[in-house]
């Protein structure tokens, strides 16, 4: 029985390992991949095909749409209005553990993204159609939308939260790139540093996540009797 105990219980931590273990090794790949792109000076050939691609079939049809998520994902919504407005909601849910990993979180992905963007200093593409801060690699956009995609996913283990995470985050890939600013292989990398984040800063807080989430959904609570 004691051995069977401790199959389980280390079952258990090498679950419990896995997410962290995995966004370490995906922070190393994007290191190495901004080192990759430093050391070919920016020039890589999957990058400026798909940027042909989409400069050749560039239509105000898909202009608005990309505009709209340039909007939602930086600047003084995607900054300060939406990250309030969700840690508002998550507070008014009573996920105040929630509220502070959603917080740090973003918080982190984009210091995270800073200081890649100012190490590597990757130029953007010249057919850019918004005006945009310094270095191209990673994109702040996409790490944004990932690292909400998968707090969010996480907070309410649900299926359509995990896929409407997925598809604003590709969406927001997508309207970067067609705007131009940014190369396809940085989406990738914000992508990556968006997962990442999420998954560290979600270690500490994981324990106190899922008392918060049975709390919530009434699982072990006993009422107070006289």
């Not at 922070?27 to 000076?41: D, E, F, H, K």
């Amino acid at each position: 029985m004691t051995d069977l105990r401790q199959r389980e219980q280390a079952a258990k931590d090498v679950s419990r390992r896995w997410p962290l273990v995995s966004a370490g090794v995906a922070l190393v790949a994007v290191i190495v991949l901004g080192v990759v792109i430093t050391l070919r000076q920016g020039e890589i050939g999957v990058d400026n095909a798909f940027l042909e691609e989409i400069v050749e079939h560039r239509n105000p049809a898909w202009e608005v749409p990309s505009r709209l998520m340039d909007f939602l994902g930086a600047g003084w919504f995607g900054v300060f209005v939406l990250p309030i407005a969700i840690i508002a909601l998550l507070v008014a849910l009573r996920r105040r553990t929630a509220a502070l990993y959603f917080l740090i979180s973003v918080a982190s992905s984009a210091a995270l993204v800073q200081v890649l963007k100012h190490t590597f200093g990757r130029a953007r593409p010249d057919d850019i159609l918004v005006t945009s801060d310094f270095g191209s690699f990673p994109s702040g956009h996409t790490a944004n939308a990932a690292t909400t995609a998968v707090v969010l996913g996480i907070v309410f283990a649900r299926a359509w939260v995990w896929i409407a995470g997925a598809l604003y985050t590709v969406a927001m890939a997508l309207s970067r790139t067609y705007l131009g600013a940014h190369w396809l292989s940085d989406t990738i990398g914000g992508a990556l540093v968006g997962v990442c984040v999420a998954l560290i800063v979600w270690a500490p807080f994981a324990h106190r996540l899922l008392k918060e989430n049975r709390a919530r959904r009434g699982y072990g609570f006993r009422p107070a009797t006289e």
